[in-house]
Structures are given as structure tokens and as C-alpha cells.
């Protein structure tokens, strides 16, 4: 039986993360050193000490004019100022938090943030600190997520074991803690793909909290009274990842009859994106089409599984589509809503597959 609801703070309830590495990025360029946001993605979840120490050691920074003292005192100070009176509520975050309270779940935070960001982050969610049962910190635990420290400090100070909560978490490293401390975890695709929640050990990966209506949505979800389908979170970080992925393997393709090379991408429902290319032959009929060979690759890998987004490169203006014979293999495994992305590069459209194949052939058995 699920008792309770714990949430990490930081892309999960409260739209913090790019304020965040802004700020970060604004300090090391205070102190004389080119910074960027990628420089900081791999660090988000665990901590203030390790979003700078990260970056920090990875721009070969192992001493003055770097100093994490420094870099904190800044973040505080930056943070305060920037996030005073914005709203900073992510889609569902106090729909779902208040929908636990009433429905008798206790909630929780477990945040590796400091603990007056948490609780300015709440502030700015339009949350109260009565909202949750306990706030956890990271000044609570020596040893910050990946390590179950701080979810296991919040079962004990709960009163229940790990199988009865549900962590939501956007992060590798959070979701892992999640895992280690014996939790139920659920993913939000808000900052990490989909496919390394999933591997991190992840039960289901949903947009965002909007994606349950209730707190009880969420526990159906979990204990299997719903049929809920899984299906990937499409963000524009998976779509942008699918297409990257599609071209390079275009220029791997093997074309040498018809020279037009194509590169297909496709994102299964437990994120994972396979890749594909077109490989000819001397014998036209036994030519591989791109599309078809990224279908079965997935397939070959996880079995039965659906596919949430195409995405074909061409060289071609406009992108071409996938031919018939691809678009019907894909039927077997696409949906109406799949998302088909087409592009060349300089030119792109999106559109659902339905609008390609509105009527697949489909073999009805008795």
C-alpha cells in the first residue's frame, strides 16, 4: 500500500534548473572563466557542492580564482534576488501535492538544494512548509543522492518502509537514490531523456505531474488497477536528440545504385532511440529502407514494444517520407499520434503518422 508521496524540489515541483545554471554560469564568468550551460547538465540533482566542483574540476579550475565558498555566497545571493516573486510552479506540481493531503498520503521534499532554497522554491510553487509532512536537505545527509541517504532519512522519519512510497525525481542521480532506498520511482522528463530515466531504474517517465489527474492516478499507475499504455516522454530535448541521431546514421547509409541516402531514428516507449540506414543491394528488392532497419533493431532489442516518434533525415528538399512499404511495417508498432519528424537539415516538418497513413492495412484473425 502506498502511504507516501516524496518529491525532489528541482525540476520536479518548481521550474528551477535553467534559473540555476544561469546563475552558475554568471559566476565562473565573473571570475574570468567561459562557462556554459552544458557544462553543468551532468551535475544537476546532487547537490550545490558538486553543480560547482563539477564544472569546476572539468574546466580545469583546481584552485583560486575558483573557490565553492565563493560560488555558494553568489548562488544565494543571484538566487534570492532573481526568483523573488516569479512563480515557478511546473505543470501539476500543486494540483498533485495537495490531491496527497486530501486523499490521507503523507508528502514529503527530499531536495539535495540547500535548505533556504527549498524553501524559497516552495514559496514560489505557491506551497506552504504545512503542505509536507517533512523537508529534507542537503544539509541533512553527508552523503547526497546517487546514495539513498536522503530518502531513506525521510521513510524514517515517516514511519514506513520503501515499497510504500513514490519518489518523483528528473534526474539519473535522484532516481537512482530513489531505487537504492527501496522506493517506487517515477521519472519527469523535464531535464533528463527519458531513455537514461528508464535506465537509472525508473517504473514509468511522465512529462510532467500534469500527467495524473489525481494522486490516485498516479498510484494506479504503479499498482496496475489501470491499464495504463507507457509510452516515451516526447520532449524537445528527445526530439532534437532523435533527428542528431538520424543524420549521423544517414551518412553511414550504403547507397551506391541510387545515391539517395537516408538516416531514420526511432523512440520506443521506454525512451530508447534506434537508429537506422538505408543498405542497397545489386538486387533492388533485397534493399534495406532506413526506417525498417531502426524498427527492427528495436524490436530486436526489447521485443514488442510501440513507437512514440520517426524521425527520417533525407538530403532531399522537401524531406521525404518514409515509402509505403516502411509506413506499413511501422503501422504494426506506430500509433495514430506517433510523432513523425521529417527533415534535411535546413528544412524540417512534424506532423502525426496518422496524417501519413491514415488507413494501414491491418490482417483482422479470428
Not at 579550475?61 to 555558494?72: C, M, N, Q, R
Not at 532506498?181 to 525508473?202: E, K, M, Q
Not at 534535411?344 to 494501414?360: D, Q, V
Request: charged content about 20%; glycine content about 8%.
Amino acid at each position: 500500500m502506498i502511504k507516501a508521496f516524496l518529491f525532489d524540489m528541482d525540476g520536479v515541483l518548481a521550474e528551477s534548473e535553467d534559473l540555476s545554471v544561469s546563475i552558475g554560469v554568471s559566476y565562473f564568468r565573473s571570475i574570468g572563466v567561459n562557462a556554459n550551460a552544458s557544462d553543468f547538465s551532468r551535475y544537476l540533482g546532487g547537490g550545490e557542492r558538486i553543480f560547482f566542483d563539477g564544472p569546476a574540476k572539468a574546466l580545469g579550475l583546481s584552485g583560486s580564482p575558483y573557490s565553492y565558498d565563493e560560488a555558494s555566497a553568489y548562488f544565494r545571493k543571484e538566487y534570492e534576488r532573481r526568483a523573488s516573486g516569479l512563480d515557478l510552479s511546473l505543470p501539476g506540481a500543486r494540483e498533485i501535492v495537495r490531491s496527497a493531503r486530501k486523499s490521507g498520503i503523507m508528502t514529503a521534499v527530499a531536495s539535495s538544494a540547500p535548505r533556504w532554497k527549498v524553501l524559497m522554491n516552495i514559496s514560489c510553487i505557491g506551497l506552504t512548509e504545512s503542505d509536507f509532512d517533512f523537508i529534507a536537505a542537503g544539509e541533512d545527509i553527508k552523503r547526497n543522492k546517487p546514495f539513498p541517504d536522503i530518502y531513506t532519512l525521510c521513510l524514517i522519519r515517516l514511519g514506513i518502509d520503501g515499497p510504500e512510497a513514490v519518489v518523483f525525481e528528473d534526474s539519473v542521480m535522484g532516481i537512482k537514490s530513489a531505487k537504492s532506498a527501496g522506493c517506487h520511482a517515477i521519472g519527469t522528463g523535464s531535464t533528463y531523456p527519458s531513455d537514461a530515466l528508464y535506465g537509472a531504474g525508473a517504473s514509468y517517465v511522465v512529462s510532467d505531474l500534469a500527467a495524473f489527474h489525481s494522486a490516485s492516478s498516479a498510484m494506479d499507475l504503479l499498482s496496475g488497477e489501470r491499464k495504463w499504455e507507457k509510452h516515451a516522454a516526447i520532449t524537445g530535448y528527445v526530439k532534437e536528440q532523435a533527428l542528431k541521431l538520424a543524420e549521423r546514421a544517414g551518412y553511414n547509409a550504403y547507397a551506391p545504385y541510387s545515391g539517395f541516402k537516408v538516416g531514420a531514428a526511432v523512440v520506443a516507449s521506454s525512451g530508447k532511440i534506434y537508429t537506422g540506414c538505408n543498405v542497397e543491394n545489386a538486387s533492388y528488392g533485397a534493399t534495406i529502407c532506413a526506417e525498417r532497419n531502426a524498427i527492427t533493431t528495436a524490436i530486436a532489442e526489447e521485443g514488442r514494444t510501440s513507437i512514440d516518434l520517426i524521425a527520417v533525415f533525407t538530403q532531399s528538399s522537401p524531406p521525404s517520407p518514409p515509402c509505403a512499404i516502411c509506413l506499413q511495417v511501422l503501422s504494426e508498432f506506430a500509433h495514430p499520434d506517433t510523432i513523425v519528424i521529417l527533415s534535411s537539415g535546413s528544412e524540417r516538418l512534424e506532423m502525426k503518422f496518422s496524417e501519413l497513413l491514415p488507413k494501414p492495412f491491418a490482417l483482422n484473425t479470428i
